[in-house]
């Protein structure tokens, strides 16, 4: 082989070298930018005032979106308050200040039970009524036409953990969800051409670590929900994995594989104490902060939400209150009197990088 003709081969591999570790140093390198808008919903350990100002003062400096997430509220519809009413008085205010700090607002609507996926909500069961019935679905489509239009948000959730109420619910319930949403999606879209709708599942549940085991596939409810145009996630890994580092890289692309759809984490946590032999630390909840944010930079998420800032004091509940709330209360990433946890730090440091999203 001639000299030149080495010379040139040895510099070809010498470059093909120097880009291999420079793209293998790269890779290693924390992202400096974030794809993904932060927030939390108004939270707080007990439901007063002042507690909740407080909360919000803290969590707003560290966030640039905002969730409002509830049931309808059944029983104060059902009293005779106008959807309209409630929706002002318990909403508007605080949109408003969302509003001067140029927040993205998220809504979103459960028309079932949030805290049993296998029910209606206990105000319908109290009644004797259920989202099966066509007068309940008219009442939800009420409301959610009355928060759209009074609050405009720019994204709204119709339904909430779809594949989970789907799996876990008589399937009357289910349909009466499907159909909800559904008309509920042709009644908001034909006065509001803004707000992006979506639905959520469960991640945790798809993956199967909720449940028996199986993995449960989410392809049914892009079938069912058509309108998606965007796709909420919850997941509460903590549940099935024993730390957060075992969470695989791809547990949110690879349930949208093929779907060039934009997805965000609609709710989510890791406890910072052990509940019903589920094994949480601080520790472990700072980590989970830190794989949560590697897993949305593999999906490109759009927004991440923590729905609880603070702890919840457990002793100042109503003792009408599901006791599986006990899972959910220690997921604050301030404790019930506002100290700082590990995953506060965590949190911050991923706020601080540059945010590089499209809206």
């Known amino acids: 082989m001639k000299i030149i003709e080495i010379k040139r081969l040895w510099f070809f591999f010498l470059i093909c070298s120097v880009l291999f570790i420079s793209c293998s140093k790269e890779s290693e390198k924390p992202l400096n930018t974030r794809t993904y808008r932060m927030g939390f919903q108004s939270s707080a350990p007990r439901i007063e005032f002042d507690l909740v100002i407080q909360s919000l003062h803290l969590w707003e400096q560290r966030a640039d979106a905002a969730m409002i997430t509830t049931e309808v509220p059944w ?57 099966a019935q066509p007068d309940v679905q008219r009442l939800y489509r009420r409301f959610t036409f009355v928060m759209d239009s009074v609050l405009q948000p720019d994204h709204l959730g119709l339904a909430l953990e779809t594949n989970l109420i789907r799996g876990a619910s008589p399937d009357s319930i289910y349909q009466g969800v499907k159909k909800a949403a559904n008309d509920a999606a042709i009644e908001v879209r034909a006065c509001d051409s803004h707000a992006k709708l979506s639905v959520s599942i469960q991640v945790d549940y798809a993956w199967g670590k909720l449940g ?25 890994p903590y549940f099935g994995f024993d730390k957060p580092q075992d969470i695989p890289l791809d547990y949110y692309s690879k349930l949208v594989i093929g779907k060039l759809l934009p997805v965000f984490i609609s709710e989510g946590g890791w406890s910072s104490a052990t509940v019903n032999n589920f094994t949480g630390t601080p520790e472990k909840q700072s980590d989970y902060i830190n794989r949560q944010a590697q897993l949305l930079d593999q999906v490109s998420a759009i927004a991440v939400f923590q729905l609880t800032f603070t702890d919840i004091d457990i002793s100042a509940l109503p003792p009408n209150v599901p006791s599986n709330i006990t899972l ?25 990088r540059s945010y590089s999203g499209k809206d």
């Open 75 to 131: 029983d104060s519809l059902y009293n005779g308050m106008s959807p309209k009413t409630y929706v002002i008085n318990n909403y508007k205010g605080l949109v408003d200040y969302y509003r001067t700090k140029n927040f993205k607002l998220w809504v979103y609507i459960d028309p079932a039970n949030g805290l049993n996926r296998g029910s209606d909500a206990l105000a319908l069961v109290a009644r004797h009524k259920s989202i």
């Open 212 to 236: 028996n085991g199986t993995p449960n596939s989410i392809a049914q409810d892009f079938t069912d929900f058509p309108f998606i145009e965007e796709l909420g996630m919850s997941s509460y």
């Open 328 to 352: 959910f209360s220690y997921m604050g990433l301030v404790d019930k009197d506002f100290n700082p946890k590990p995953a506060l730090g965590a949190w911050d440091a991923i706020f601080k």
